[in-house]
């Protein structure tokens, strides 16, 4: 950088020198007139965050900027938006910070205070060899990052939020409701029905057959037995009918003898048998 790339900072360091007592003091001039030079004003020093028009914006370093040895709180405006700015003398650190009111954006630079202001009293580079090095340092690591988030906050605010799809609830099949996986129906894949034994002992609505096969068209083995005036009763099976029919023997189906079920129990005794 040329001598003239750093106009204004000797007018403005001739109004403060006197009252210069620290090497921080450097520091910190230096940054207001960096900050200045970037179109910020001064609006006094101390914490408030309100801002009212009635505030007189300056370039000049405010009355009491360094009265708190090695704690500095300086105030600003730039584009009509409020920054606090803070310094700190950590023990020959200085960790200056800068925090934008309004979105609350908040940057800071480092600087080892010996290593870097070597005068108390002087021209700027006589001051601060290599402020330079400083400046690009203030530009990258304070006005930077709180300029960039204060953007990215504003592009993310105006971009059109995402169409919302609505979420259909898709539910897997419940095997026992398929006949576990065997096609079903009457003039499918499986015709007799197979896929469906069975199934009516594991559904808890009751749907689908139990345990005794079932072929299509509702056939039941024991159903379809000869009752009175029925057909004839399927070879092997037993059926035990619930009473006479009309004009044939009650018991078709015994072999002669006492029906067992008549039988009393074991130590019975009625008067009248």
């Given at each position: 950088?040329?001598?003239?790339d750093y106009y204004g900072f000797e007018s403005i360091y001739k109004l403060v020198e006197a009252a210069v007592q620290a090497k921080s003091d450097v520091l910190v001039a230096i940054i207001h007139w960096?900050?200045?030079?970037?179109?910020?004003?001064?609006?006094?020093?101390?914490?408030?965050?309100?801002?009212s028009d009635s505030e007189e914006q300056s370039e000049l370093l405010p009355d009491g900027w360094n009265s708190n040895p090695k704690s500095y709180a300086l105030r600003y405006v730039n584009d009509g938006?409020?920054?606090?700015?803070?310094?700190?003398?950590t023990g020959g650190l200085m960790v200056v910070n800068l925090v934008q009111v309004k979105s609350l954006s908040a940057s800071n630079v480092t600087y080892q205070i010996d290593e870097t202001v070597k005068s108390l009293k002087g021209s700027i580079t006589k001051l601060i060899p290599e402020v330079a090095t400083v400046l690009d340092r203030v530009r990258k690591e304070l006005l930077v990052p709180v300029f960039e988030s204060n953007k990215k906050d504003g592009e993310t605010q105006t971009k059109k939020e995402p169409e919302k799809v609505e979420r259909v609830d898709v539910?897997?099949?419940n095997p026992l409701l398929i006949g576990g996986?065997?096609?079903?129906?009457?003039?499918?894949?499986d015709p007799l029905g197979v896929g469906n034994v069975g199934r009516g002992d594991l559904d808890p609505f009751g749907r689908g057959g139990g345990m005794l096969f079932q072929p299509p068209?509702?056939?039941?083995?024991?159903a379809d037995l000869r009752r009175p005036g029925g057909s004839d009763i399927v070879p092997g099976a037993r059926f035990d009918p619930f009473g006479p029919a009309v004009g044939q023997n009650?018991?078709?189906?015994?072999?002669?003898?006492?029906?067992?079920?008549?039988?009393?129990?074991?130590?019975?005794?009625?008067?009248?048998?």
């Open positions: 950088m040329s001598s003239a960096y900050l200045t030079k970037n179109a910020f004003r001064n609006v006094g020093i101390g914490d408030d965050k309100t801002l938006q409020l920054y606090l700015l803070h310094g700190v003398d539910r897997p099949a996986g065997v096609p079903v129906g009457r003039f499918g894949s068209g509702g056939f039941n083995p024991l009650p018991r078709p189906f015994r072999q002669p003898g006492p029906d067992p079920d008549h039988l009393p129990p074991p130590g019975y005794d009625d008067m009248f048998m």
